[in-house]
């Protein structure tokens, strides 16, 4: 695809939203349930079922897959997707580019070893490796875009309204 391609497919999403706020306006789902026989929870990705366990590090045996493995995993998805995106729409040359994302996590919170611990990531850091010939400060504004326009970049970096809300069903007795 190259810039041409990708406006004549965004114009027309970005008149409308200008037009009218609510249509930019969208619900994303995310859905699962637990295992009866595995402390691991299944979640519906839209393709495959995918199975969510403890990670290695509180007792998991490694075979499932680790939340916050997944939580980098997609910030590494998002971020690749709005990189090329980004580069079609300012006809970047850019041959290849890597992504990686490492977090850093105390597990002594989580198990509530430790009250001083924080429950969840201390840092994250995503790196790029771009194969280009592109001057230093396109690449700085490649880079800048990416990051602005990255949904869970943008997520996690600025910590969205959370709320937990819970419904619950009696067991029948037999």
């Known amino acids: 695809m190259d810039a041409t391609e990708l406006k004549s497919l965004q114009t027309p999403l970005k008149d409308s939203y200008r037009d009218d706020a609510s249509r930019a306006l969208v619900t994303l789902r995310a859905k699962g349930s637990i295992d009866d026989q595995s402390i691991a929870c299944k979640v ?6 995918a199975v969510a ?3 290695p590090a509180t007792g998991g045996s490694g075979l499932e897959l680790c939340s916050g493995d997944m939580l980098l995993e997609a910030l590494v998805a998002c971020a690749g997707v ?10 970047f040359r850019l041959v290849d580019a890597r992504l990686e994302a490492e977090g850093d996590l105390d597990f002594r919170g989580t198990l509530g070893v430790a009250k001083d611990a924080p429950v969840g990531f201390r840092a994250i850091r995503l790196k790029f490796d771009l194969d280009t010939d592109e001057p230093q400060e396109r690449i700085d ?21 959370l709320s937990v809300t ?3 069903h ?3 007795k037999a």
Request: proline residues 4%; hydrophobic residues 35%.
């Open 44 to 49: 519906e990705t839209g393709r495959a079922l």
């Open 170 to 172: 009696p067991t029948s």
């Open 141 to 161: 504004t490649l880079l800048k875009l990416t990051e602005r326009y990255c949904v869970v970049f943008q997520t996690l970096n600025t910590k969205p309204e």
């Open 53 to 55: 366990g403890l990670h």
């Open 166 to 168: 819970e419904s619950h």
């Open 82 to 91: 709005t990189l090329k995106a980004v580069a079609t729409a300012l006809e």
